[in-house]
């Protein structure tokens, strides 16, 4: 069936400093990848998503691009912030997300200033 | 819009009481999913409605829980009787079908406590 393997957590990191958080999917077919961010107290929320390979999602100054030949789609952004601090989702759908969503088990992300 | 509306916050129970979660979904949107998050199993999707038919249940745990979307606008997850393992955040999220944005909206969770 399908899954999706994250970066182990959780990650540490100084403000400003280069964040990347690895995602890699098992799947047939051709899902659509999504990356979703739950801040403390909160429900979860769609950081970006990309639908076919070569994609690139990005928001907020996080990118991922879907990568078939490597079954991949790994977050990163150039400078993070402390309001960054949050749990990272990486997620497959089979049918543009309106079906069932597969979640990675969240990677913790904590920016210290 | 207002968003996901998930009622109770958070609950707290004893085992053998039955508990019943709310949710109301985004206006218009066709689906709504019921998911739960603890810190062993992670995320994980219990059952989803398509205009309010149960379309996949494979996740639900046991016979114990049970879901229920009378209307397009309403849906109750319902635990009878709760057990303390059942403790966990359970959140409702809804889409629309046929848009391009392939995206859930996730209500804020209601945390359950089971004593």
């Known amino acids: 069936g399908d899954s999706v393997t994250q970066m182990e957590g959780p990650v540490t990191l100084s403000e400003e400093a280069f964040l990347t958080i690895n995602c890699t999917y098992t799947?047939?077919?051709?899902?659509?990848l999504f990356w979703y961010v739950q801040y403390p107290g909160e429900g979860l929320q769609l950081l970006l998503k990309a639908t076919k390979a070569d994609d690139k999602g990005s928001n907020k100054g996080f990118e991922a691009t879907y990568r078939k030949e490597t079954t991949s789609f790994h977050l990163e952004k150039g400078s993070v912030q402390v309001s960054d601090s949050a749990v990272y989702f990486c997620?497959?759908?089979?049918?543009?997300?309106?079906?069932?969503?597969?979640f990675g088990t969240g990677t913790r992300l904590t920016i210290i200033p | 819009d207002a968003g996901v509306i998930q009622s109770p916050r958070h609950e707290v129970t004893e085992m053998g009481q039955e508990v019943t979660l709310r949710c109301k979904p985004i206006?218009?949107?066709?689906?709504l999913f019921w998911y739960r998050q603890t810190m062993m199993r992670g995320l994980e999707l219990l059952i989803y409605?398509?205009?309010?038919?149960?379309?996949?249940d494979s996740g639900m745990p046991e016979d114990r829980f049970s879901a229920k979307m009378p209307n397009a606008s309403f849906s109750t997850l319902k635990i009878q009787p709760s057990e303390p393992r059942d403790s966990a955040v359970y959140f409702c999220a809804s889409s629309l079908s046929g848009g391009h944005s392939y995206e859930q909206y996730f209500g804020p969770g209601t945390r359950l406590t089971v004593t």
């Open positions: 799947a047939t077919g051709y899902p659509s």
């Open positions: 206006s218009g949107h066709d689906y």
């Open positions: 997620a497959l759908s089979r049918n543009f997300g309106n079906e069932k969503l597969t």
């Open positions: 409605f398509n205009n309010n038919v149960p379309i996949d």
